[in-house]
């Protein structure tokens, strides 16, 4: 089982990112209902630890808080665009949320999380796009902004790798105090 843990975004905040997509050849786009803030990914698991981690996590105890995204950008490897990203505004209510869930994760028995936490929403993958029109397409959009929405609770996530988009499941959802 491949799992991650995610805050689930609301319809209205996925139909206003769906309006980002478009305009850029060679983008593979997210689809609207694949949209999502990863707080971990854990990757592939056997069912037992898959329990483990929901007990972990259902354990954890965060208040809800307000969540705004501002800006697109893109991250690079090797040198080359990619993936294009919607930005999260950081704020201590996300981190705090975020720590709590690498703290329980740990504590279920997983390795510590390499990567620094950088809140974003993968909006596409860009790989085989032309470097100058991704720029361009950052350009354009750069100032996108989208209502604050309030979160009350994250999400235990299991995901199929597919051809075109991977197929995502909400397995468990856990409440925001």
């Not at 854990?42 to 929901?54: L, M, Q, T």
């Not at 974003?120 to 100032?143: F, I, K």
Request: charged share 25%; proline share 6%.
């Amino acid at each position: 089982m491949r799992l991650f843990v995610a805050l689930d975004l609301p319809y209205s905040l996925r139909e206003r990112l769906r309006f980002l997509a478009g305009g850029l050849p060679g983008a593979r786009w997210v689809p609207p209902e694949n949209l999502h803030c990863t707080l971990r990914f854990i990757g592939e698991v056997p069912g037992w630890r898959a329990e483990e981690i929901d007990a972990a996590l259902a354990g954890l105890r965060a208040p809800g808080f307000v969540l705004s995204l501002a800006g697109v950008g893109v991250f690079h490897r090797g040198g080359k665009a990619a993936t294009l990203y919607a930005g999260v505004e950081r704020s201590a209510a996300l981190d705090h949320l975020q720590a709590k869930v690498e703290t329980a994760l740990q504590r279920s028995g997983l390795d510590p999380e390499r990567r620094r936490f950088a809140p974003h929403v993968t909006l596409a993958r860009v790989e085989a796009a032309a470097e100058p029109r991704v720029a361009a397409w950052v350009q354009a959009n750069n100032l996108f902004r989208a209502e604050p929405v309030t979160v009350e609770h994250f999400t235990l996530f299991s995901s199929r790798l597919g051809k075109e988009a991977s197929a995502y499941t909400a397995e468990v959802e856990y409440a925001l105090a």
